[in-house]
C-alpha cells in the first residue's frame, strides 16, 4: 500500500525558514518523480514543486522560485521542500504526491498533508 | 505560464443528473491534462488521466475529453458521493498549473 506522510509544518514568522518532508513507502520510490501541492484555507490547489525520479528535472512555481528548494533521497525514501523568506500567503496545507511516471505529469497518490502557517 | 479555466466555477444537481465541466487551456496542451476529485476535508484523488483515461479504479459513470485548448469532464449519473470539488491540472509546460475548481453540490 503506498503511504505519504508529511511532517515539519507548524507556525512561523514572516521572513523564517522551515523543511517539509515526506517519507514514502509502499512503492519503489526512486522510480517515480514526486511533488509538492498546496492549498491555502478555503483556495484551490497550488502545485509548488517536482522533482523527476533521478531529480535530473524538477520545476517550480513562480510564486516560490528562488525561497523553495525540492530534493529528495531516494536511499531514504524521502522528499523535503526547504522554504526560506516565508511570505503570509504561504500559509496552507502542504501535501506531498506521487506521481504515476519518473517524470512530471501527475499525482495519483497524496498524503494527507502539513500545515504550514505563516504568521508573527 | 499556461493559465487553466473551468466552468462553470459551481453547479447544483439532482441525484441521475449528467454533469459536464470543461476546462479550458490559455495555449494548446496536447492531451497532457489532468482531472482531480476533492472532497471537504480529504486530499484530492486522480480520476482521469491524459484527457481521457480513466484512472484504476475510478467508476465508469466517469470520463473525460478533448484536446489542444478544450476539455470536458463527464458525470454520466450523478451519484450522492460525487458532491466534491474538481479539478482540472495541465503538464504540457512547467510549472504545472490546476483550474481554479467546480464544486458540485445537489440541488
Known amino acids: 500500500e503506498v503511504q505519504l506522510v508529511e511532517s515539519g509544518g507548524g507556525l512561523v514568522q514572516p521572513g523564517r525558514s522551515l523543511r517539509l518532508s515526506c517519507a514514502a513507502s509502499?512503492?519503489?520510490?526512486?522510480?517515480?518523480?514526486m511533488h509538492w501541492v498546496r492549498q491555502a484555507p478555503g483556495k484551490g490547489l497550488e502545485w509548488v514543486s517536482g522533482?523527476?525520479?533521478?531529480?535530473?528535472?524538477?520545476g517550480y512555481a513562480d510564486s516560490v522560485k528562488g525561497r523553495f528548494t525540492i530534493s529528495r533521497d531516494n536511499a531514504k525514501n524521502s522528499l523535503y521542500l526547504q522554504m526560506n523568506s516565508l511570505r503570509a500567503e504561504d500559509t496552507a496545507l502542504y501535501y506531498c504526491?506521487?506521481?504515476?511516471?519518473?517524470?512530471?505529469?501527475?499525482?495519483?497518490?497524496w498524503g494527507q498533508g502539513t500545515l504550514v502557517t505563516v504568521s508573527s | 505560464d499556461i493559465q487553466m479555466t473551468q466552468s462553470p466555477s459551481s453547479l447544483s444537481a439532482s441525484v441521475g443528473d449528467r454533469v459536464t465541466i470543461t476546462c479550458r487551456a490559455s495555449?494548446?496542451?496536447?492531451?497532457?491534462l489532468n482531472w482531480y476529485q476533492q472532497k471537504p476535508g480529504k486530499a484530492p484523488k486522480l480520476l482521469i488521466y491524459?484527457?481521457?483515461n480513466l484512472e484504476t479504479g475510478v467508476p465508469s459513470r466517469f470520463s473525460g475529453s478533448g484536446s489542444g485548448t478544450d476539455f470536458t469532464f463527464t458525470i454520466s449519473s450523478l451519484q450522492p458521493e460525487d458532491i466534491a470539488t474538481y479539478y482540472c491540472?495541465?503538464?504540457?509546460?512547467?510549472?504545472?498549473?490546476f483550474g481554479p475548481g467546480t464544486k458540485v453540490d445537489f440541488k
Open positions: 504526491a506521487k506521481d504515476s511516471s519518473g517524470r512530471l505529469q501527475n499525482f495519483d497518490y
Open positions: 509502499g512503492f519503489t520510490f526512486d522510480d517515480y518523480a
Open positions: 522533482l523527476s525520479w533521478s531529480s535530473g528535472s524538477l
Open positions: 495555449q494548446a496542451i496536447n492531451n497532457y
Open positions: 491524459d484527457a481521457s
Open positions: 491540472q495541465q503538464y504540457d509546460n512547467l510549472p504545472v498549473t
